[in-house]
């Protein structure tokens, strides 16, 4: 089982409707989670954090936690043509292994 | 501010050869961390450093090395390249306390092409 999963995708929505990215994690002590964007060629760009249980939102961005189930989800309001990239869900462990642990990412592609 | 970089942006190298990379941090974050991004394989860690110290590794073999300067400057060094080895580099940097969370901010990365 991977540490952390994603489906690759590729996830088509069109433009204005809401992009949902999923992802799950197997170490249940997991303590920090993180959205990065990556466009093509590109490093990754952070677009949230959580830490705790629940929903955050920024701006269009809303990250959920659910450590009980041991998934995090992004969704992403009024979807645009620039948000087409490949977005990454990564996770600390623990406090003290500040190793940043990265599912595969999932391919967006939001259509005219 | 400035945000972190990274040199030098392409390279081209051959097998056996070694290779240097590096990377500046944020102003003010005193770790710095590397992550191989090779195609179809993810993001995967390589080092963490932390006041000059490392503080964790990653499963690579001990060609990959590096260290951290006292202005938080970092080097990547990667002796007897395989092809394998041929990949974008990413450095990130936090300012990170023990017991408190920190994020990572990645710089433009390093690409290396391995003949």
């Known amino acids: 089982q991977k540490e952390v999963e994603q489906n690759s995708g590729p996830l088509s929505v069109p433009e204005g409707a809401i992009a949902s990215l999923n992802c799950t994690y197997s170490d249940r002590g997991s303590q920090s989670f993180f959205w990065y964007r990556q466009y093509s060629g590109k490093s990754p760009e952070l677009i949230m954090f959580?830490?705790?249980?629940g929903d955050k939102e920024d701006g269009r961005f809303t990250a959920q936690l659910n450590k009980a189930s041991q998934y995090v989800s992004l969704l992403i309001r009024d979807s645009q043509p620039s948000d087409s990239a490949t977005y990454l869900c990564?996770?600390?462990?623990?406090?003290?292994?500040?190793?940043?642990?990265f599912g595969t990412g999932t391919r967006l592609t939001i259509i005219p | 501010e400035a945000g972190v970089t990274q040199s030098p942006t392409h390279l081209i190298k051959t097998r056996g050869q070694q290779v240097t990379l590096r990377c500046s941090p944020i102003?003010?974050?005193?770790?710095v961390y590397w992550y191989q991004q090779a195609l179809g394989l993810g993001l995967q860690f390589l080092l963490w450093y932390d006041e000059g110290e490392e503080r964790n590794r990653g499963n690579f073999p001990p060609r990959f090395s590096g260290r951290q300067f006292p202005n938080y400057s970092s080097e990547l060094n990667v002796n007897a390249l395989e092809l394998e080895d041929s990949a974008l580099y990413l450095c990130a940097s936090s300012l990170w306390t023990s017991g408190s969370r920190q994020t990572q901010y990645f710089g433009p990365g390093t690409r290396l092409l391995v003949l």
């Open positions: 102003s003010g974050h005193t770790s």
């Open positions: 959580i830490y705790s249980n």
């Open positions: 990564a996770v600390i462990s623990n406090f003290g292994n500040e190793k940043l642990t």
